[in-house]
């Protein structure tokens, strides 16, 4: 097998050494094998570099609902926009500036004279709330594990009284555990998010291996690192091996970041919700606790109301197919059409980590 060896993750020696590898092992197998991915930046090295031409027709890599902007819900989006357009100043990360609600973006309520701010972190969002004390400033706070660790600091650290959080972060697990059981998908095994374990750690896969009988490499965003946590997969059905792997040692460990974790633990319970176009999948959504309700928006201000309606994906968008690995972007009838970057219908042709976009901006070509 090849290793990673030193540290260089664009070594095109080192690429055709891995790919000859994985050519090998798919001829050992001798069947046709899908791994799901679960997260937009593996997709943005998979694409801008190519990777799925130096590989076999027989092995499939597609993308899983690992784009933290396409998985937030519809009426989550409606929440924030309602908040805004009642005078609240709402911060949010830049990629959910443009993803559509079920009438209008937070870009459609700012165009209409509603505040609403893209910020870069939630410390930010701290920020324009002691710069705006009069003012209430609510933080549409989306992501995973990641970004929930640095809600969850700011929330322990005393912000202000005007500062409030209205939480769509999202626990990635069970979501992939969800897309695992569904009949209309085939996957052999998972590339775990490097980032996310960063956070949680591998030993937590362990369990999904297990329960679902199908193993989880965690990989990192070089194109060695994809590569060669494809590699890792492969050995492992190959020896018909149900386990977990790290193939990122760099930055990942067994037990993660304990601090930040506990930092999620204790501001967040994970309850039941809807990800957008996927399903109502069960602890996968980080919910404010209680002991934090003077910062939670959905307390302290009126959302329920739009946060009851059901999502409401135009029925020719297939975004949700296309995170569960049931479709990929060519399948749609609105791709590259009436879908695009500039007028996008579903949220994977807005995010940056969106399959569509990522496509349309691609091709599947490496850049060169």
């Not at 893209?118 to 209430?136: C, F, I, R």
């Not at 995170?323 to 972007?329: D, F, H, L, Y």
Request: glycine share 8%; aromatic share 6%.
């Amino acid at each position: 097998m090849t290793s990673l060896g030193d540290l260089k993750y664009r070594d095109t020696q080192k690429a055709e050494e891995l790919a000859d590898t994985i050519d090998e092992q798919m001829d050992s197998i001798d069947r046709d094998i899908e791994v799901m991915h679960v997260c937009g930046s593996h997709e943005q090295v998979i694409a801008k570099f190519g990777l799925r031409e130096l590989l076999p027709s027989s092995l499939s890599v597609t993308m899983g609902p690992g784009c933290p902007v396409c998985v937030t819900n519809m009426p989550e989006v409606d929440e924030a926009v309602a908040l805004a357009e009642s005078g609240k100043l709402v911060a949010t990360y830049g990629d959910m500036f443009r993803v559509p609600g079920s009438s209008k973006s937070l870009a459609d309520a700012k165009a209409n004279g509603a505040s609403v701010e893209v910020v870069y972190s939630a410390s930010d969002a701290v920020t324009l709330a002691e710069e705006n004390p009069d003012q209430d400033v609510i933080f549409f706070a989306t992501g995973f594990e990641t970004t929930a660790a640095s809600t969850a600091a700011v929330l322990q650290s005393n912000p202000p009284d005007n500062f409030y959080v209205l939480s769509a972060h999202k626990y990635v697990p069970p979501a992939m555990e969800v897309v695992a059981e569904m009949p209309s998908t085939d996957v052999d095994a998972f590339l775990a998010a490097g980032h996310a374990a960063t956070i949680t750690g591998y030993e937590l896969f362990g369990s999904v291996a297990k329960r679902h009988d199908i193993p989880v490499v965690v990989g990192g965003f070089e194109p060695i690192d994809v590569l060669y946590g494809v590699q890792e997969i492969l050995e492992l059905v190959e020896c018909d091996q149900v386990a977990v792997k790290n193939a990122y040692p760099r930055c990942v460990s067994k037990e993660g970041n304990k601090a930040a974790m506990q930092a999620i633990e204790q501001v967040f319970e994970r309850t039941s919700g809807e990800w957008r176009g996927i399903a109502n999948i069960p602890d996968a959504n980080f919910t404010i606790r209680d002991e934090y309700h003077q910062h939670s928006a959905r307390q302290q201000f009126e959302t329920e109301s739009v946060s009851d309606n059901t999502d409401m994906l135009t029925d020719q968008c297939i975004c949700g197919d296309i995170m569960a690995g049931i479709s990929s972007p060519d399948d749609c009838d609105l791709f590259g059409e009436e879908c695009t970057p500039d007028n996008p219908v579903g949220a994977c042709m807005v995010s940056d980590e969106g399959a569509c976009k990522i496509k349309l901006e691609y091709g599947g070509l490496p850049e060169l």
